[in-house]
């Protein structure tokens, strides 16, 4: 078993590179499967209320400064979909911290 090399901002960071033999001798690699977070243990920053038209990686590039870190909002508000986190106008999706980066404490 490997890693690749995706970047910290990738959702297949630290995934697994698995590989099984297929019958006429050749190596097959995949990525494990990645289980997704509950939402509940992300920390919430704040929420983001759609708007028509609106797109996700649009949003996710004015709230997390990354187009591609979409599924981070994706997982953050239990999506299977991206799409479907869009369609209706005035829905609140939840900004939040990536998943283990726990709250930080006021001193």
């Known amino acids: 078993m490997a890693n690749f090399n995706f970047p910290p901002t990738s959702r297949y960071y630290n995934a697994l590179v698995l590989s099984i033999v297929g019958a006429d001798g050749r190596e097959i690699k995949y990525l494990s499967r990645r289980f997704v977070p509950k939402s509940d243990h992300f920390v919430l920053l704040h929420t983001h209320a759609v708007t028509e038209g609106e797109r996700l ?10 187009s591609q870190a979409f599924w981070r909002i994706c997982d953050a508000n239990d999506a ?6 869009t369609v209706v106008p005035g829905r609140l999706l939840r900004i939040t911290m990536p998943q283990g980066i726990p709250p930080t404490t006021g001193s």
């Open 57 to 66: 990686d649009l949003i996710a590039a004015r709230e997390l400064g990354d």
């Open 80 to 85: 299977m979909r991206p799409d479907d986190l």
